[in-house]
């Protein structure tokens, strides 16, 4: 494990060995203590600590589809990777087909196997292929004279050049892949649910803010505990989270200089 992460278990442990007799959080027990712990974990992660994983998946060649992660919960970007090392991006296409159809047995008749007043589904799609907006028209469309990478289009077929198409598919748990080329893997950059993880850890700028969440979390339905002790603890947790998140995505100077310098970048002249 990374030197910048600390386990959930470690965060608990420490809560846990801190709670005194005359504590608002006494009698509380372990099990409690860690489900909290996981829940602030996913709260956080979904914005302050979003964990972005990348994983090389197989495509089914068959239906043009990729199951998703297990711990997946929203997509930053699919592509495949080029031989310069860079992935190239697929576009969305919203307009993408995975209709399913009803099962239905040898009469005929829709078939409901769990008797749970829902009829079986099935898949009614194919598998898409992306044809090129210009095929046909190649040499009529304007190509950049440097380095052959950028693609101009006629007016009213469409512009821009994606290397694929992708469509999410909530429902089946996958997306919907087109593409030209039958490529058999795909790259997906995802935010992870880091609470589902076998070994679930925490950044270290964070690990004040998931304790000030469990204590909050633990004394909030307690009747003994005083109104004002609750909304000390719940200002608390979110101070905590604020300043996690402004050691998180500080902007050093470097970086600063860096982004100046991008708009002042000269064109060659002809």
Do not use: C, W
């Amino acid at each position: 494990m990374a030197r910048n992460l600390v386990p959930i278990s470690d965060v608990v442990n420490d809560f846990i060995l801190s709670v005194t007799d005359d504590d608002y959080s006494n009698e509380v027990s372990d099990t409690l203590v860690h489900n909290y712990a996981l829940r602030g974990l996913r709260e956080m992660g979904f914005d302050t600590l979003q964990v972005v994983k990348s994983l090389k998946l197989t495509v089914n060649q068959t239906l043009g589809t990729v199951e998703l992660p297990d711990d997946f919960v929203d997509l930053v970007k699919v592509g495949i990777v080029g031989s310069d090392g860079l992935v190239y991006v697929f576009g969305q296409n919203k307009n993408i087909n995975y209709s399913q159809k009803y099962k239905t047995d040898t009469a005929g008749n829709n078939i409901d196997s769990n008797s749970d007043g829902v009829f079986d589904r099935v898949n009614a799609k194919e598998k898409p292929e992306l044809i090129a907006a210009y095929r046909g028209y190649s040499s009529y469309v304007f190509q950049n004279y440097l380095d052959q990478n950028t693609y101009g289009a006629l007016y009213g077929i469409g512009g821009g050049h994606y290397t694929g198409e992708y469509r999410m598919n909530y429902e089946q748990n996958r997306l919907e892949i087109a593409s030209s080329d039958n490529y058999t893997e795909v790259i997906v950059e995802y935010i992870a649910d880091e609470a589902r993880s076998a070994n679930p850890s925490i950044h270290v700028y964070a690990e004040n803010a998931l304790r000030s969440y469990i204590y909050y979390r633990v004394i909030e339905r307690k009747s003994s505990v005083p109104y004002n002790e609750k909304m000390r603890a719940r200002q608390e947790y979110y101070n905590e989270r604020r300043l996690a998140n402004a050691r998180l995505k500080s902007f050093s100077k470097d970086e600063a200089l860096k982004t100046i310098r991008k708009n002042f970048k000269l064109s060659p002249k002809h």
